[in-house]
Structure formats: C-alpha cells, structure tokens
C-alpha cells in the first residue's frame, strides 16, 4: 500500500471514530506552507476557517482546517425518541 492510501484510510478511520463519538466538528492546523497538507485535508471535507500567526518557530503561521462532520447519528435516533 502506498502512503497516499495509508494517509487516507488514517484520516478515513479518524473521520469515522469521531462521527462514532457523536462529535460534529474535527479541528487540525497546519503550516500555512504546507501545501500538500493543506489539499489533502481539503480533499477530505476539510476547509480552511483561520489562521494562527506566528504559531510555529520561526514566525510560520498556521492554517485552520474544519470538517463539519455529515453523516453524524443524530443521538434522538439512536434512543427512538
């Protein structure tokens, strides 16, 4: 398996175990730099909401990324209620 398929089967399953969770939100940065990141997380629902100046050595900012989770079980439809 190439590490494209590892990273995306690790972000698949992290996706997953917080949907399980009930979470509706995941939050990650990254280095503003890091185009490759950035594009992969983007590729998995993420999109960028902000930026974190100066938050890496040497004055880096960072990028915010969110994924707004869909597909979250509703907690009144797990209970019937």
């Known amino acids: 398996m190439d590490q494209q398929r590892h990273r995306s ?31 992969f997380y983007q590729k998995n629902g993420f999109q960028i909401t902000g930026y974190l100046p100066d938050y890496y050595q040497e004055g880096l900012d960072a990028v915010i990324l969110v994924n707004k ?6 907690p009144a439809e797990e209970t019937g209620f």
Do not use: Q
């Open 9 to 39: 089967k690790l972000i698949e399953k992290c996706i997953n175990w917080t949907k399980e969770k009930g979470a509706r939100i995941i939050y990650t940065e990254t280095g503003k730099n890091n185009e490759k990141a950035i594009r």
């Open 69 to 74: 989770l869909k597909g979250r079980l509703d």
